[in-house]
């Protein structure tokens, strides 16, 4: 018998969470419908790159995810309303994920064996680029030549024209918007 735990998050009229979450993770498939709040869904994805999946990596605190409490990190993310992620991008599944209107029906499944060989797997990459490979960017980390393209959530506001030193023309943006950046390369 499973106990299940049902939290609902209503906060000044933005974002609204239900969704029934087992007390202990359980590794079965899950159905977790979240409503968009003024930060979005509240939590981060990696994956896409090798077929692995798309897993959560961080739960923002406080944000809608965290306080319904349906999603931790190490969930994979098998369907974003209705729509197979099994082997999506990690653009697809960001963009579908911004796209998919104000309330997101996600299936998910704890998975975190299959998560840490995605983090290892990743360190590993990241470990073997050396910082003078012409297609790496500061300390090796990003790897620019397996994804030109990714998308960046802001966490800051950013005005330009309060910003006297920058040295091209520039993009504004605000907290929780979602940059697609689509040349991360410096050829």
């Known amino acids: ?104 029906t996600l299936l998910v499944k704890y998975n975190p064996d299959e998560y840490e060989r995605f983090e290892k797997r990743l360190g590993s990459l990241q470990q073997t680029d050396a910082p003078s490979s012409p297609n790496s960017v500061g300390s090796g980390t990003l790897r620019t030549n397996l994804k030109k393209s990714l998308y960046v959530r802001a966490l800051f506001d950013y005005d330009k024209t309060k910003d006297p030193d920058l040295p091209g023309p520039g993009l504004s943006f605000r907290h929780g918007d979602i940059i697609h950046v689509i040349n991360a390369s410096d050829d």
């Open 1 to 104: 018998k499973q106990w299940y735990q049902r939290r609902v998050a209503i906060t000044a009229g933005e974002g609204m969470a239900v969704s029934p979450q087992p007390l202990h993770p359980s590794r079965e498939a899950r159905r977790v419908v979240l409503e968009k709040g003024a930060q979005g869904l509240g939590f981060n994805i990696v994956g896409g790159e090798y077929s692995e999946g798309i897993f959560v990596s961080f739960v923002l605190p406080s944000g809608v995810a965290d306080v319904s409490g349906s999603l931790k990190k190490g969930d994979q993310i098998l369907e974003v309303n209705d729509e197979d992620m099994t082997n999506a991008t990690h653009e697809a599944a960001a963009s579908k994920l911004k796209n998919a209107g104000r309330v997101v």
